[in-house]
């Protein structure tokens, strides 16, 4: 069986779990113009966390999470008062080897039984322009820890299936596995896992 790298597996396995979309019909467009205030609510489609880890000096190891909830409370006029919960779908993460996924499935890391959903709750945002650092409480395995995201303004449109409202957003953070129970196989593994975030939401 032909196996592929990392970033092109998980490209593969994201593009497959949402409907095509032809490029051409892009209805989005980094305008931070057409955003209007209002709640909205979590894309779960296109919506995802790849994180990455140090794998003994060696290589990077990658993998994905989707969300399965959350919601947006914006309001242009006050971006620094902005909320953003999400909760990401522990229980359906993806890697490259099926292998290397049951294992962080197990309770040497996630134990997803006990624990199948993380979650970001915002506690507050300090916004410059289309970039933001957004401080919150991010909860893994029943432990809550405080993180930063470097957020920034992607896009907005109107989604061509719902006809609603959608803005996109970006983001990168870091956090240290020991910190939540995810310390298993130390030092080999780095302790520091580094996130890349895309996040949409669709108005309420």
């Not at 989005?28 to 209002?38: F, H, K, L, M």
């Not at 915002?122 to 809550?144: H, P, W």
């Not at 993180?147 to 409202?165: C, H, T, W």
């Not at 080999?188 to 949409?200: G, Y």
Request: include cysteine.
């Amino acid at each position: 069986m032909k196996k592929f790298g990392p970033a092109v597996a998980l490209a593969a396995a994201l593009a497959c779990s949402v409907p095509l979309v032809v490029l051409s019909q892009q209805s989005g467009a980094p305008d931070p113009s057409r955003v209007v205030a209002g709640i909205y609510n979590v894309d779960k489609d296109h919506t995802q966390v790849v994180w990455k880890v140090n794998h003994r000096g060696v290589t990077p190891l990658y993998g994905a999470i989707g969300a399965s909830g959350g919601t947006l409370v914006l309001d242009p006029a006050n971006p620094s008062a902005a909320k953003v919960t999400v909760t990401f779908s522990i229980a359906e993460i993806a890697t490259t080897s099926a292998g290397f996924t049951k294992h962080l499935m197990s309770a040497d890391f996630f134990e997803v039984e006990k624990n199948p959903t993380a979650s970001f709750t915002s506690t507050s945002v300090e916004a410059s322009g289309t970039k933001s650092k957004i401080a919150g409480d991010l909860t893994i395995k029943g432990v809550t820890k405080p993180i930063v995201l470097d957020a920034e303004f992607f896009g907005a449109g109107s989604n061509p299936r719902s006809k609603k409202l959608e803005v996109g957003f970006t983001a990168t953070a870091k956090f240290k596995r020991s910190e939540f129970g995810l310390g298993f196989a130390a030092p080999a593994v780095s302790d520091n896992v580094d996130l890349e975030i895309v996040v949409a939401f669709l108005a309420g």
